[in-house]
């Protein structure tokens, strides 16, 4: 079983940041890649960014240049949010892709994440 805590959501105004952290534990060795989701008001859960085991970012078009995803995708996966701006507010989620006899994910309880003025 693997289990992810994410910390380092909060309230800022447009244009600051925040790192979010996303910490791993269980059976981490089955692990391929760790990433962030992100649910605004009324939305849909999606894709943010994510790392692989082997260090290989991906990233959705709309953070690309503002958001860097780090860490070890296996242990602790950070997201730095840089300029940030009112349509990046909802809760973020952490989803592990693990893989065992079949391929699945695992997210995180969220952190929850406010940019407003």
């Known amino acids: 079983q693997v289990h992810l805590v994410e910390s380092g959501g909060g309230l800022v105004q447009p244009g600051e940041s925040l790192r979010l952290s996303c910490a791993t534990s269980?059976?981490?060795?089955?692990?391929?890649?760790t990433g962030w989701d992100r649910q605004g008001p009324g939305d849909q859960r999606e894709l943010v960014a994510t790392i692989t085991k082997d260090g290989t970012t991906n990233y959705a078009d709309s953070v690309k240049g503002r958001f860097t995803i780090s860490g070890d995708a296996k242990k602790m996966v950070y997201l730095q949010m840089n300029n940030l701006i009112p349509e990046a507010t909802g809760v973020y989620y952490c989803?592990?892709?693990?893989?065992?006899?079949?391929?699945?994910?695992?997210w995180g309880q969220g952190t929850r994440v406010t940019v407003s003025s």
């Open positions: 989803a592990a892709q693990v893989k065992t006899i079949a391929r699945y994910t695992i």
């Open positions: 269980g059976s981490i060795s089955v692990i391929d890649a």
